[in-house]
C-alpha cells in the first residue's frame, strides 16, 4: 500500500519531443506528489509537485496531470531537450516526513 | 543557493567495518533524514531526525544503524558492522520544517562501496 509504481523505466526521445513519465498509487491517504529530477553523480531535486485537490500543474516546460480517481499521476516534458536527459522520480507522501519514492525513469533525450 | 553538503563523495570499507557518513544540513534546517539508492534502484528512506531524536525510521533502519548531530552543525549517519549489501548511495536531506512541500533539499550523496 505504501508502494509508489512508476512506468516506464527508460524512456528515449528525440528532442523536441514529448516524454510522458506515469505513476500509481495506492494509498488515497497521499497527500502531496513531488517530482525530482536526479543527473549523474548528485542527489535529487525537486522538479515540480502536485496536490490531490488539483487535476493539473504546470511549470516552464514541465506538466503533471493528475487523476485522482484513477490514482495516477503523469509528468509530461514540453519540447524536450538534450539538457533534460536525468532520471526522474515520482514520489508521494502521506502526512509525514518520509518521501516514497517511484523506482525512477531514465530519461535520454536525443540531438 | 544553500546546500546539504555530504562528506565523503566515495568511501570503501571492508565487510565488517565501521563507517560514519558525514553530512551538513541547511543552517537554518531543523529536519534531517538519510535516504540511501542501491544502484540502478529507487530512492529509499532510512530515518528522519528532529530535536535530537528520531522522529521516524523505516524497517531497514536496524540496530546496525544509528545516527547522531554531534554539534550544531554536522549530521551523522553510522553504520556499525557493514555488510555487502549496505553498498550504495546514501544521501542527506534537510527541510525546514517537517512537511515535505517546505524546502525539502538533499545533498549529493556519499557512494558507500562495501568490499
Known amino acids: 500500500q505504501q508502494q509508489v509504481k512508476q512506468s516506464p523505466q527508460s524512456l528515449i526521445v528525440q528532442k523536441g519531443g514529448i516524454p510522458i513519465i506515469n505513476c500509481a498509487y495506492e494509498n488515497t491517504a497521499f497527500d502531496y506528489f513531488p517530482w525530482y529530477q536526479q543527473f549523474p553523480g548528485k542527489g535529487p531535486a525537486l522538479l515540480i509537485a502536485?496536490?490531490?485537490?488539483?487535476s493539473e500543474k504546470k511549470e516552464g516546460r514541465f506538466t503533471i496531470s493528475f487523476n485522482k480517481s484513477a490514482k495516477q499521476l503523469s509528468l509530461h516534458i514540453m519540447d524536450s531537450q538534450p539538457g533534460d536527459s536525468a532520471t526522474y522520480f515520482c514520489a508521494a507522501v502521506n502526512a509525514g516526513t518520509a518521501l516514497i519514492f517511484g523506482k525512477g525513469t531514465t530519461l535520454s533525450v536525443s540531438s | 543557493e544553500p546546500e546539504v553538503t555530504q562528506t565523503p563523495s566515495h568511501q570503501v570499507t571492508q565487510m565488517g567495518q565501521e563507517v560514519i557518513l558525514r553530512c551538513v544540513p541547511i543552517s537554518n534546517h531543523l529536519y534531517f533524514y538519510w535516504y540511501r539508492q542501491i544502484l540502478g534502484q529507487k530512492v529509499e528512506f532510512l530515518v528522519s531526525f528532529y530535536n535530537n531524536e528520531i522522529s521516524e525510521k523505516s524497517e531497514i533502519f536496524d540496530d546496525q544503524f544509528s545516527v547522531e548531530r554531534p554539534d550544531g552543525s554536522n549530521f551523522t549517519l553510522k553504520i556499525r558492522s557493514t555488510k555487502l549489501e549496505d553498498s550504495a548511495m546514501y544521501f542527506c536531506a534537510s527541510s525546514e520544517s517537517g512537511q515535505v512541500n517546505y524546502g525539502y533539499t538533499f545533498g549529493s550523496g556519499t557512494r558507500l562501496t562495501v568490499v
Open positions: 502536485i496536490r490531490p485537490d488539483v
